[in-house]
C-alpha cells in the first residue's frame, strides 16, 4: 500500500488560498478544521507560508484516499466564527 492509502479518513482538507481561487487539498496534520477557517499552508517544494481559508472540511471528503495533497497545513490562525 502507498503511504496516500494507508491515511485515515479525515486528514485530507480543501483549501483557497485567494478568494474565488481554486481549491488546493492539503494534509490537514489531524486538525479538526471546518469551513471558513483561517490557516497556513505550506505548498511542496515551495518552501513558501501562505495564509488560506478552508473551503472543504476533512470530514467532509466523502473518499480522501482519492486526493493527493499539494502541500500541509502548517497551524490554525483563526476558527471561522458565525456573526
Same mark, same amino acid.
Given at each position: 500500500? $502507498?503511504?496516500?492509502?494507508?491515511?485515515?479518513?479525515?486528514?485530507?482538507?480543501? @483549501?483557497? $488560498?485567494?478568494?474565488?481561487?481554486?481549491?488546493?487539498?492539503?494534509?490537514?496534520?489531524?486538525?479538526?478544521?471546518?469551513?471558513?477557517?483561517? @490557516? $497556513?499552508?505550506?505548498?511542496?517544494?515551495?518552501?513558501?507560508?501562505?495564509?488560506?481559508?478552508?473551503?472543504?472540511?476533512?470530514?467532509?471528503?466523502?473518499?480522501?484516499?482519492?486526493?493527493?495533497?499539494?502541500?500541509?497545513?502548517?497551524?490554525?490562525?483563526?476558527?471561522? $466564527?458565525?456573526?
Amino acid at each position: 500500500m $502507498t503511504p496516500a492509502m494507508q491515511r485515515q479518513p479525515g486528514h485530507i482538507a480543501g @483549501v483557497r $488560498t485567494e478568494r474565488n481561487g481554486s481549491v488546493l487539498f492539503v494534509d490537514a496534520q489531524s486538525l479538526d478544521l471546518s469551513p471558513g477557517d483561517r @490557516v $497556513t499552508v505550506e505548498m511542496q517544494g515551495s518552501g513558501s507560508e501562505w495564509e488560506a481559508v478552508v473551503a472543504v472540511a476533512p470530514h467532509h471528503l466523502l473518499n480522501p484516499g482519492d486526493a493527493r495533497p499539494a502541500g500541509k497545513v502548517l497551524r490554525l490562525i483563526s476558527p471561522y $466564527t458565525a456573526r
